[in-house]
């Protein structure tokens, strides 16, 4: 299974955060690519730069196996391995049909070889509608937990995919929507580091570090030493 990731310029601390937090949580190692249009085979945009590029995944999969799609204002708090137990061989995608249609693209878990209709000469014509799902013989239906809106649902169960759709809750204006507690921690587990000792006191590479360390050490001694010298004999104060 091969995981796709919409990617805003405007927020690359979006995709990261989700990025981390399915690598974290997956049972099994996990590939991610994210769709950065000038890397692309299309040109075609939207709303955002993956409106149409989303599409593009059973074709850059070479229409095998099961790819996934993620907005990138989203967070995995369940085994994404989990999705790839939905596919059942009777349809060409799948989705969480939630009452908004609109909302339908933003998680989608493909079928890649039942796909061969998105092409990249489909997708880049300005006159087809992919949002319309036009190209698939039947779209399956995913749980609510795996694409639960912020927001717009209410549930008594922890969702496994949380879905932003009013911005994620980096911005003042959204940091008191449901979940938002949980994305900031996210936030704060992807952006930790340990002390440099910790990381790297027992690496061949110490001694470059602490010997230019000890050199900066000698270096302010022999200076605070002059400056000591020079203050004897002139009665002037040290410099700082």
């Known amino acids: 299974m091969r995981i796709y990731i919409g990617v805003d310029p405007r927020q690359p601390v ?98 890649n070889a039942k796909c061969q209709k998105l092409t990249t000469e489909y997708i ?8 319309s799902f036009e190209w698939a013989e039947s779209v399956g239906d995913l749980p609510e937990e795996w694409n639960f ?12 995919l949380v879905h932003y ?11 008191h929507l449901d979940y938002a507690g949980e994305w900031l921690a996210e936030k704060e587990s992807m952006t930790s580091n340990c002390s440099w000792l910790e990381l790297m006191g027992d690496s061949v590479h110490a001694d470059l570090v602490l010997q230019g360390i000890q050199e900066r050490k000698k270096t302010w001694q022999l200076r605070h030493t002059q400056n000591s010298k020079q203050q004897s004999q002139t009665g002037q104060p040290e410099a700082t």
């Open 149 to 160: 809106c912020v927001g717009y649902e209410k549930t008594d169960e922890i969702p496994k």
């Open 124 to 131: 880049e014509d300005q006159t087809s509608n992919p949002q």
């Open 14 to 111: 979006a995709y990261n955060v989700l990025h981390w937090s399915i690598v974290r949580r997956s049972s099994k190692p996990v590939a991610i690519v994210p769709l950065v249009l000038p890397a692309l085979p299309i040109t075609r945009t939207g709303l955002t730069d993956f409106t149409y590029s989303r599409y593009l995944c059973p074709a850059l999969s070479g229409y095998q196996g099961i790819s996934v799609f993620l907005d990138a204002d989203m967070l995995v708090l369940g085994d994404i391995q989990e999705l790839q137990s939905f596919v059942n061989g009777q349809h060409s995608v799948y989705v969480r049909k939630n009452e908004n249609q609109f909302e339908w693209p933003s998680l989608m878990v493909f079928d």
């Open 165 to 175: 759709t009013a911005g994620i809750p980096d911005f003042s204006e959204t940091k």
